[in-house]
């Protein structure tokens, strides 16, 4: 065990950088020093511009203002991401945040539409989710519950400017007393007893010097593996996609308030909208078409004018074998990379940070902790795996040879499992602490073809009309509180800017 940690040195700024800085500062500033080393010659990947609904308790532990963040980061509301042609060309279905339905007592609603689907009903899973009605109607205010049959209204996350949101906390933090060092770093000194970084060396000839490291240095891991030699667990094998290109457009309107991915012969496109422009990428498998090729498709499909030129960034997907080695935390980019499908990567940096926060040594670095935060981790980066990879697997594709590997190829024991067991019974078990919901599990397996062959026994307790009366009634009343909410525009106009632009404090209400 080591002495007691009094100084943290984050290197790298960037989304990961002060995310890590604005939380450690802000929960732990009274006990710690905290220093950030970044340099503005590096440049940073910064094309994660999709969050999901956790972001919203980040901002929260934090303070911070909700208007202010979006009218700063240039954001707009996101209900859930949108997949067109992944089971087959031609198809879409949306997986939407929040809850679908009502659910009952040891029985989710899932069972219910799926027992009328067996009777004859053809309505949508979607018909039923309210996240995704207001979604393709392009409507949005905060709605904490639907009075009428008490149920949960609409959950939400943004779509901002990632490298804006950064310095939007880099303002945060250096307020709270983050110390951050312009600098680029080019030797690192280990203690030759024990492996543990002391210090990062800069360019200028300046020393800063820390208890504590965390790396924030992006794929290089400039700590966590040129220097402690961590190790990479590749996951390619399951996740093919091994480039993406990324290139922005001009906004168009209406300000859509979901992400959208569309599948393509060897990979996927994303549509980002924010108030000022939209993010557009193309994540693809270099083995099935080239870099030219997938450059060309992303701009043939794109809704406006490109605002600048295309960016092509490589990647191995996987993940450290250790996130803490040592005194090293990694963080973003550095610990791994899982492509933004579910726009998980903001979360991660979000949700390694509050585990440092938990396991954060007190009287000094010891085994125990780092062996209990690697294992969470662990557990963590493999649920998240095993979601994405389900997207990939679970196809009826047959027009590429992309398409049809990743149908046929084998996947993790854990996802055969799970997928098993809804396809015989409906049913499906979040894990402990998992990010992903059954109800996301329900609607991406839906979705993308795969029903149940049952359902919960305790559906059988409705009659034939009395399920008829409860899905009619569910559906009618999802339809009514989504009519009645402000359009998407509206919301974001009045919420965040005045009449004349100036800063706004009120949000449309779903009455006006």
């Known amino acids: 065990m080591t002495e007691n940690v009094k100084t943290v040195v984050i290197v790298g700024g960037g989304t990961a950088g002060w995310i890590t800085a604005a939380l450690l500062i802000k929960i732990l500033g009274n006990a710690l020093r905290i220093k950030l080393v970044e340099s503005e010659e590096i440049g940073i990947v910064g094309v994660g511009e999709a969050t999901i609904p956790p972001i919203l308790t980040l901002n929260k532990a934090l303070g911070l203002d909700e208007a202010e963040v979006l009218r700063e980061t240039k954001g707009t509301i996101k209900l859930g991401i949108e997949f067109v042609n992944w089971r087959g060309k031609g198809d879409r279905y949306m997986h939407a945040f929040g809850n679908i339905g009502k659910d009952f007592p040891f029985c989710s609603f899932h069972h219910f539409w799926a027992r009328g689907s067996s009777r004859g009903r053809n309505d949508s899973l979607w018909d039923y989710s309210i996240n995704y009605q207001a979604a393709i109607r392009n409507r949005f205010t905060h709605l904490e519950r639907i009075e009428a049959g ?15 949101y950064a310095s939007y906390l880099r303002r945060f933090s250096e307020r709270l007393g983050v110390e951050r060092f312009e600098g680029r770093i080019n030797d690192v000194t280990l203690n030759a007893s024990n492996g543990f970084i002391e210090s990062v060396s800069l360019a200028d000839g300046g020393t800063i010097a820390g208890d504590f490291f965390v790396d924030c240095s992006g794929f290089r891991g400039l700590l966590i593996e040129q220097q402690l030699h961590t190790g990479y667990e590749d996951w390619s094998h399951w996740l093919p ?8 457009c001009e906004s168009t309107k209406p300000l859509l308030p979901y992400t959208r991915s569309t599948a393509h012969d060897a990979g996927w ?23 030219d090729e997938a450059t060309a498709q992303l701009l043939n499909n794109l809704d406006g004018a490109r605002l600048a030129e295309p960016r092509v960034i490589r990647f191995r997907t996987g993940r450290r074998m250790q996130q803490w080695n040592r005194n090293c935390v990694s963080m973003g980019l550095a610990s791994g990379f899982l492509e933004p499908l579910e726009s998980t990567s903001i979360h991660m940096i979000q949700s390694g940070a509050i585990r440092l926060i938990k396991s954060f040594p007190h009287a000094g670095i010891c085994q125990s902790e780092i062996d209990e935060y690697n294992r969470q981790s662990k557990m963590e980066w493999e649920y998240i795996r095993d979601f994405i990879i389900l997207h990939y697997h679970l196809n009826e594709r047959t027009d590429s040879e992309f398409w049809n590997e990743c149908r046929h190829m084998p996947i993790p024991e854990t996802l055969a499992r799970r997928t098993a067991l809804f396809r015989d019974t409906g049913k499906v078990f979040r894990e402990q602490d998992e990010l992903f919901t059954e109800i996301a599990w329900q609607q991406v397996m839906i979705g993308q073809g795969m029903m149940p062959r049952d359902y919960h026994p305790l559906v059988d307790a409705l009659s034939g009309e009395q399920l008829d009366e409860f899905l009619d009634n569910v559906k009618k009343i999802i339809d009514g509180a989504v009519e009645r909410l402000p359009d998407h525009d509206r919301f974001l106009q009045q919420y965040c800017y005045g009449q004349r632009g100036s800063p706004a404090r009120r949000a449309p209400t779903a009455r006006e």
């Open 150 to 164: 008490n149920l949960q209204g609409l959950a939400y996350a943004y779509h901002f400017d990632a490298s804006l």
């Open 241 to 248: 996609c091994d480039r993406a290109v990324a290139v922005p």
């Open 269 to 291: 496109q994303w549509r980002i909208p924010l108030q000022h422009r939209i993010g557009n990428g193309m994540v693809f498998s270099s083995k099935h078409v080239s870099e």
